[in-house]
């Protein structure tokens, strides 16, 4: 029965980009109380109780800052997460999880606090329109010619890609 209770997960190295280190991530886990072991090319992280901490990330990483608030919302206590990455992808990250029951604020700035909470609820929720993408496309048109209509963008998150495209007369 003491096996139920304890906090299991594993973590996939690796990315078709490139090297991308996931020291970040780890950094973050352990702080959170998480035991890890490298055990053939995986990384078996596990502990009895997650507990909330103080972690300071070395770089705003987007992926190190989703990692940490997912395994923090259901630490015992609260977790402030300070240089954290401030991406409109975090904040709706923040958003989904306090539908689901998260206790998190600060998404968007470079502090985020997330008071752990023991479960979380299912729930429906859109996830934001990828930004990225919707900035390739623009960018494809534009290099074409071409004419493209984007529905359910959001313009302010794509700010720069736009304000390029305006000095470029496109």
Do not use: W
Request: charged residues 20%; neutral net charge.
């Amino acid at each position: 029965m003491d096996d139920l209770k304890k906090q299991h997960f594993v973590v996939l190295g690796g990315c078709d980009i490139g090297a991308r280190p996931i020291d970040l991530h780890l950094k973050a886990f352990s702080n959170l109380n998480v035991n890890i072991s490298e055990n053939a090319g995986y990384i078996d992280c596990s502990c009895d109780t997650i507990m909330g901490a103080k972690i300071h990330l070395d770089f705003p990483s987007v992926g190190a800052t989703q990692n940490a608030m997912l395994v923090a919302v259901l630490a015992k206590g609260t977790t402030i997460i300070s240089n954290a990455a401030m991406e409109p992808e975090i904040v709706d990250l923040q958003n989904f999880l306090n539908k689901m029951g998260a206790k998190i604020v600060g998404a968007g700035t470079n502090e985020i606090v997330i008071c752990g909470v023991e479960k979380l609820r299912s729930t429906g929720y859109q996830v934001m329109t990828d930004r990225i993408e919707a900035g390739t496309l623009l960018c494809a048109a534009a290099i074409t010619g071409g004419k493209l209509t984007l529905t359910k963008v959001i313009p302010q998150h794509l700010t720069p890609v736009l304000e390029k495209l305006k000095q470029c007369r496109v």
